[in-house]
């Protein structure tokens, strides 16, 4: 089974500023890596597919990086409604499908 | 407009039995591989189960082998979760999601399993 790491569990960052979030694999999954945004109540949101591709509807603020082992997830510009929890989930090798445990993006 | 409407959820006491249903709307059902995922209150994600388009391939968690059984119904746009032998940390919001690739591309709201006696 491959294990998903997020670092950090939070971060808290002003609006407007800059946030990247980071993701690494135990293992290689190529590009097969998703990322997610869950808000409280809501199910989660696919923002990006294949490490780099914006999911349909995704502002461009939002992009990934990285391959292998190592990914990122950066916000160019936070808006309120960016603050919210994120996860990372590989797809190049399942069952099982594996996510992270997720970092809070919180309000500074 | 794409909608999953899980279903079933609800109060279960420990080793009972819960079917949950996912109806689907808005897209090609039967193109689609579909998942379930769930997550404990306060926790992360966890994958449950998948089942291929056709419904021949099924795959499992190790924590619900021969406990869960997931099926599908392309006539009638719906998956299913049956839950025998419930636990209580099996108490959480489960997800029903439609996958192409592999990344979750279509979620459901939800449905509240809670395992308690």
């Known amino acids: 089974e491959i294990v998903m790491t997020q670092s950090p569990a939070t971060l808290s960052v002003s609006p407007g500023e800059r946030a990247t979030l980071s993701c690494r694999a135990s293992q290689s999954v190529s590009s097969n890596l998703a990322w997610y945004q869950q808000k409280p109540g809501q199910a989660p949101r696919l923002l990006i597919y294949g490490a780099s591709t914006r999911a349909t509807g995704i502002p461009a603020r939002f992009s990934g990086s990285g391959s292998g082992t190592e990914f990122s997830l950066t916000i160019s510009s936070l808006q309120s409604e960016d603050f919210a929890v994120y996860y990372c989930?590989?797809?190049?090798?399942?069952?099982?499908?594996?996510f992270g445990q997720g970092t809070k993006l919180e309000i500074k | 407009e794409v909608q999953l409407l899980e279903s079933g959820g609800g109060l279960v006491q420990p080793g009972g039995s819960l079917r949950l249903s996912c109806a689907a709307s808005g897209f090609t059902f039967s193109n689609y591989a579909m998942r379930w995922v769930r997550q404990a209150p306060g926790k992360g994600l966890e994958w449950v189960s998948t089942i291929s388009t056709s419904g021949g391939s099924t795959y499992y968690a190790d924590s619900v082998k021969g406990r869960f059984t997931i099926s599908r119904d392309n006539s009638k746009n719906t998956l299913y979760l049956q839950m025998n032998s419930l636990r209580a940390e099996e108490t959480a919001m489960y997800y029903c999601?439609?996958?192409?690739?592999?990344?979750?591309?279509?979620w459901g709201q939800g449905t509240l399993v809670t395992v308690s006696s």
């Open positions: 989930q590989q797809y190049n090798n399942w069952p099982p499908d594996t």
């Open positions: 999601a439609g996958t192409l690739r592999g990344d979750y591309i279509y």
